[in-house]
């Protein structure tokens, strides 16, 4: 397929509500556990952090806490098992938890630990949450979650990345964060085991991102090497070995435990591909912020956040493939769904409605 053919196939994908594309009859119940990549809102529903507009304005025609112009992967994937958007489990007023709970929060990492809101302590409000099921649901209340529900859930856990590059940014250097590596793999692990031991079997685990792609990163550190794409090579080299380490762990997570699937996602290898053929499809400058300051090459300044005084933003109508440096756009995730649903970045190639019930 050349180059144009791919452009208008996803332009034609994007116009269409992604959940037409599925025959998920009976949507199952999802639990979520991530940072920013899959944050729905817990962040501002645990510190009350604004997340202004334009922040939503794609999809939701308001900010709903997600950092985007409109949906995110996890969104997107929701809707291809025709089941409805989380919600953030923080959130105590309008959330609805029939299909599910995000306990994902912008900013959180696997370390350390036991701090708010590291992997492990989200594992926790897990634990909390089913476990307050259990006795409202003794008590006679009907509309909570039934212990066979949890065991036929579909956990993902997209985490990882602020290891990585929040390592970086304080200053650790290329050794020291690969040393972290086994550390991070190892609380993966832990969080796995945990929620298989409280009857989860089915995981749907994503890699981290070329991380040295983000407009952040490029506009922050100076005088690092660049690959052929223009993104800082020592960054998406230790991205890479993470993504090896991760990998590796989930083959033996199969191995290891009974009556489980623990499919492993390329991210990585998704949205490389988008910012090395960006133009193929649709988009332009992939390497330079929608919604920030500073202009050209990567109009990003740390002084200045999206939605906050002096930001920015480029017209709708226009496709970029990052937000505001870190994040996607809804258009730029609406593409990475349409690729992880391919099954051709799935080991496993599991199809995603497998897990209809």
């Known amino acids: 397929m050349n180059h144009c053919c791919i452009a208008i196939f996803y332009f034609f994908f994007l116009l269409l509500p992604i959940s037409l594309l599925s025959h998920c009859t009976r949507p199952p119940i999802i639990f979520n556990f991530g940072d920013s990549n899959s944050d729905t809102g817990g962040l501002v529903a645990a510190l009350g ?9 794609a999809f939701f025609a308001k900010s709903t806490g997600r950092l985007s112009d ?20 923080l959130d105590s007023l309008g959330s609805n938890f029939s299909n599910g709970a995000n306990f994902a929060i912008a900013g959180s ?22 476990a307050r099921s259990a006795e409202l649901l003794d008590a006679g209340i009907n509309s909570v979650l039934g212990n066979d529900r949890f065991s036929d859930a579909l956990y993902i856990i997209d985490i990882g990345q602020n290891d990585l590059a929040d390592s970086f940014t304080k200053g650790l250097s290329y050794v020291q964060v690969f040393n972290k590596i086994p550390s991070v793999l190892a609380e993966i692990e832990n969080s796995v085991k945990e929620l ?3 009857g989860g079997r089915k995981f749907w685990v994503h890699n981290t991102g070329p991380l040295g792609c983000l407009p952040q990163k490029l506009a922050l550190v100076q005088n690092d090497s660049l690959d052929s794409f223009g993104c800082i090579s020592s960054y998406n080299e230790v991205a890479q070995l993470f993504n090896e ?7 033996e997570l199969r191995s290891d435990m009974k009556d489980v699937s623990v499919v492993y996602v390329d991210i990585y290898s998704i949205k490389l ?7 193929a499809y649709g988009f332009s400058s992939p390497l330079m912020t929608c919604c920030g300051s500073g202009g050209p090459p990567y109009n990003y300044d740390k002084r200045v956040s999206c939605g906050f005084t002096g930001y920015q ?3 709708q109508q226009s496709r970029f493939v990052s937000w505001d440096g870190v994040h996607y756009t809804e258009a730029a995730n609406a593409l990475i769904a349409s ?10 190639n599991l199809n995603f409605e497998f897990f209809c019930q």
């Open 49 to 57: 952090f604004p997340v202004n507009l334009p922040n939503g304005r």
């Open 70 to 89: 409109g949906r995110l992967i996890i969104d997107f994937l929701c809707q291809s098992l025709n089941t409805s958007l989380l919600s953030p489990y």
């Open 109 to 130: 990492c696997t370390l350390p630990k036991n701090v708010p809101f590291a992997l492990n302590i989200q594992v926790k409000q897990f634990t909390h949450f089913k």
């Open 196 to 198: 298989y031991d409280q």
């Open 245 to 251: 380490g991760l990998r590796k762990l989930c083959q």
């Open 273 to 279: 591909d988008i910012i090395a053929n960006s133009s």
């Open 313 to 315: 933003v480029c017209d």
């Open 339 to 348: 690729k992880i649903l391919s099954t051709d970045y799935s080991t496993p």
